[in-house]
């Protein structure tokens, strides 16, 4: 049995809000023409193309095709037909771009153009396929991106909806090619994980004695803890002692680079950007690598903290709320870094000045 025809004999009247942009006619003449339903439709109402008349009266394609009427009242579409001899109504939100008609029947359709049900003009389906089909290879092409960042998830994601929409058999063979790389790298990255939970290590600086933990993530062994030690170009955030023992030392650019023990380094950008995209992408990964002290999971032991850091007017800021870790690379005049922030998944990336002071992890050469 029709949706439609069900719908009229419960006797079911739709009264949803549909805002529109055109004047208070009745049967705007913009909305005149014949649609063809392209994507979604509703279980009780609006399933299948219709064509609309500029007189106000249009025929309804379901499992049956239903004769009716349409109009604009007080801003606001409504479709009527009558089944076995009882009305029905169905109201929707709706927003007319170009050659495509969006409706939805719960709430407005706003910039992100989310829709219960797209429609396209029939004489411009050639138009939409056309356009569909560049939007399914930019598409295609994030996926790839994805997949090279090692974002392996949003990589399979998005291959996935390439298979799923997409007619044009190169894309598809491709899609299909690119989900299995996805696939497999998300599995040998899963089994990477369960590697690195192995317990922490402990290294012991000659220097001054202070004891680090150290954990290897993705091959490569960090420092789990920020360095303290004390150098001429580091400071104690606040100049206090106990922001040492916690979170470590603040250092300038210079200085960072030459205060990792002996076997030891700073980062570079790219090892950095390495470790982001491994813990999965700089969109979540601070989850991942953040302490759990500091509202993270810490998947990989890496305990990352938020000593906060301090400008090279020497202010101090952010303590318990951001960190910001040096790289070794430089940036025009100044040097890259990586930041967490404790009400954020994602890890951030910015240059700034070497002789602001942010904390340190080194890396194992």
């Not at 029709?2 to 009745?26: D, Y």
């Not at 009427?69 to 029905?88: E, H, I, N, Q, Y």
């Not at 169905?90 to 910039?111: A, V």
């Not at 290294?203 to 789990?224: C, H, I, L």
């Amino acid at each position: 049995m029709s949706k439609l025809v069900a719908v009229a004999q419960l006797a079911l009247c739709f009264v949803a809000v549909l805002c529109i942009s055109s004047s208070g006619q009745n049967h705007p003449p913009e909305l005149a023409g014949r649609w063809v339903l392209v994507g979604g439709g509703f279980s009780d109402g609006l399933d299948g193309n219709m064509e609309l008349l500029s007189d106000g009266t249009g025929l309804f394609e379901d499992e049956v095709n239903l004769s009716g009427g349409w109009k604009v009242v007080d801003k606001r579409f409504v479709v009527s037909v009558t089944v076995l001899g009882t009305p029905a109504s169905f109201t929707y939100y709706y927003k007319l771009s170009g050659y495509m008609l969006m409706l939805d029947s719960d709430e407005e359709i706003g910039d992100d153009e989310s829709y219960g049900a797209l429609y396209v003009r029939k004489e411009n389906l050639k138009d939409f396929e056309k356009q569909k089909e560049a939007d399914i290879g930019e598409t295609l092409n994030s996926a790839y991106a994805l997949l090279e960042k090692g974002n392996y998830k949003g990589a399979i994601h998005n291959f996935k909806f390439v298979l799923e929409e997409s007619k044009d058999s190169e894309k598809i063979k491709k899609a299909k090619e690119g989900l299995g790389r996805a696939q497999k790298a998300s599995e040998e990255s899963k089994n990477n994980a369960e590697k690195d939970k192995a317990p922490t290590n402990i290294f012991k600086d000659s220097r001054d004695g202070k004891t680090y933990k150290t954990v290897k993530v993705n091959g490569k062994t960090w420092m789990a803890e920020n360095l303290n030690f004390a150098a001429k170009g580091s400071a104690c955030y606040g100049n206090k002692d106990g922001n040492c023992a916690k979170y470590g030392r603040l250092y300038n650019w210079k200085t960072a680079k030459e205060s990792c023990p002996a076997g030891w380094r700073l980062p570079t950008d790219d090892e950095w950007r390495a470790l982001v995209n491994y813990a999965g992408g700089e969109k979540a990964a601070g989850t991942k690598l953040k302490s759990k002290d500091w509202g993270g999971t810490n998947e990989y032991g890496f305990s990352a903290l938020p000593g906060g850091s301090s400008v090279s007017s020497g202010q101090f800021e952010n303590i318990g709320e951001g960190g910001i870790w040096w790289s070794a690379t430089e940036h025009r005049r100044g040097a890259w870094w990586w930041s967490m922030s404790r009400n954020s998944e994602s890890v951030g990336r910015w240059s700034s000045k070497k002789l602001d002071l942010f904390s340190v992890r080194c890396v194992q050469d």
